[in-house]
């Protein structure tokens, strides 16, 4: 396991040169059990969706997909993705999901793509709270919302079918602006 290092991270836009890195990980048979897909994408249908989001916003389609990079010796890489779903603007909140590409993780980029949106989303978005739905069985998410204030506020019975049997699910929730 690799030793975690403070990361940064710089969030961007969906570009089509992220199309393979996208394949790559919405193809994961491993993490299917954590989403909500569970059949392959093709190289088009990625296509159709990255030209597609350059034309439509958070407050048409209600979703956002970020990319998560850090700055090498090559120049910027693609290292993950965080979506957001379900925005509500009236009541000023979104679900988020995560993934960190398989050669970075244990390293901190998780914690340092989801520092940059909760920053993100209180500065441009102007959100008041965020939340996730976790697998009982998924500890390294559990970590990562954990470790970002995030709280079990419930628990989905039977949520989740993987393959050991049903699995219920955890809903985190992060306020992040003061109470009125």
């Given amino acids: ?99 960190v590409d398989t050669a970075w993780r244990r390293r901190g980029v998780g914690r340092a793509m989801l520092k940059a949106l909760k920053d993100y989303v209180k500065d441009n978005l102007d959100l008041h709270q965020l939340y996730c739905e976790v697998g009982c069985s998924n500890k390294a998410s559990l970590a990562l919302f954990t470790a970002e204030g995030f709280e079990v506020c419930g628990t989905k019975k039977q949520w989740l079918h993987t393959p050991q049997g049903w699995e219920d699910a955890w809903v985190m929730q992060l306020i992040l602006t003061e109470r009125l």
């Fill in 1 to 99: 396991m690799d030793k975690p290092i403070d990361i940064e991270i710089r969030l961007r836009a969906v570009e089509p040169e992220d199309i393979e890195a996208i394949y790559r990980w919405e193809n994961d048979h491993e993490v299917w059990q954590y989403s909500a897909a569970h059949t392959p994408f093709s190289r088009h249908q990625l296509t159709q969706y990255v030209m597609a989001s350059l034309e439509q916003d958070i407050y048409s389609t209600k979703q956002l997909r970020l990319i998560g990079e850090v700055c090498g010796s090559d120049g910027y890489e693609a290292v993950g993705a965080v979506d957001l779903y379900d925005f509500d603007p009236y009541h000023r909140r979104a679900g988020v999901g995560i993934l």
